[in-house]
């Protein structure tokens, strides 16, 4: 068998098409961890898909650690929502921009290589695998997703900033929507946007919380405090029972 030249690998370009209806959600998938993706979007976070099922078309969301833009493109394609979606990992952000590229959404979503925490500035993001579609990272700590001491594949560097900075400075549109998934530092990106969520304009909040971790109980008690309520037999039916992420749930917030 002939070699392959470089112009014939530029043009295999994998990718997946998942159809919503009517609708074709594009997603290249250069590697299996972005394919596997794909394979398992129906079933890894159902409840993801429910939520923004939910959405006005239009309505502003923030995706708080895209990764890839799994979700950033459903909720683009599925309910025309204007997504502003932040992914710090250099892999990931580039294939996030490929998938709004062609899925001709340049229009409606915006990706910023960036960390949403609770202070801004430069920083180090301990990588846990050096892999497009990778996850589990962590900023300027370097901790699992569990807050154990763990030793990172790979350190890039990072920016970080806070979504009440970005709001406050007109950078992005107060949202009425905001998924969290940053693998163990959701509390950290809440106590950088109580300004904004405290305005009002938030209507709900999806984020993955790791029921082993007092700081996440305690995240989800002062969220509870400012008038957000949720459904204790969905987190029941989101919970893992086995596996890395054993006691992880999306809980959705609502007022």
């Known amino acids: 068998m002939a070699a392959m030249t470089l112009e014939e690998y530029q043009k295999l370009d994998p990718r997946c098409v998942v159809r919503a209806g009517g609708l074709e959600v594009i997603y290249a998938t250069p590697n299996t ?3 596997w993706r794909v394979d398992t979007l129906f079933q890894k976070e159902p409840v993801t898909l429910e939520w923004i099922a939910g959405f006005d078309p239009g309505a502003v969301l923030v995706d708080v650690g895209a990764n890839v833009g799994m979700y950033t493109m459903w909720a683009a394609k599925t309910r025309d929502a204007r997504v502003y979606a932040f992914e710090p990992e ?9 998938n709004i590229f ?4 340049a229009h409606r979503v915006r990706a910023f290589c960036v960390a949403l925490s609770d202070r801004a500035g430069l920083g180090e993001l301990h990588l ?10 962590s900023l300027n700590e370097r901790v ?5 001491p763990a030793q990172p594949a790979f350190t890039q560097g990072s920016v970080a900033a806070t979504l009440d900075d970005l709001v406050r400075d007109g950078s992005v549109p107060p949202p009425e929507h905001i998924k969290i998934d940053v693998d163990g530092f959701e509390p950290k990106v809440i106590h950088g946007a109580m300004q904004t969520i405290r305005a009002g304009a938030v209507r709900s909040l999806l984020i993955e919380v790791n029921q082993n971790l007092p700081d996440h109980m305690a995240m989800v008690a002062e969220l509870v405090a400012l008038g957000f ?4 037999g969905q987190v029941e039916r989101a919970v893992r029972t086995s596996g890395e992420f054993k006691g992880c749930a999306e809980y959705v917030f609502s007022r």
């Not at 250099?90 to 490929?98: K, P, T």
């Not at 062609?102 to 959404?105: E, M, Q």
């Not at 309520?229 to 204790?232: C, I, K, N, S, T």
């Open 144 to 148: 699992d997703a569990y807050h154990r």
């Open 90 to 98: 250099a892999q990931n952000f580039a294939l996030l921009n490929r």
């Open 33 to 35: 961890a972005t394919r």
């Open 128 to 137: 846990s695998r050096f892999i497009a579609g990778g996850s589990s990272h």
């Open 229 to 232: 309520g949720y459904d204790p």
């Open 102 to 105: 062609i899925n001709r959404l």
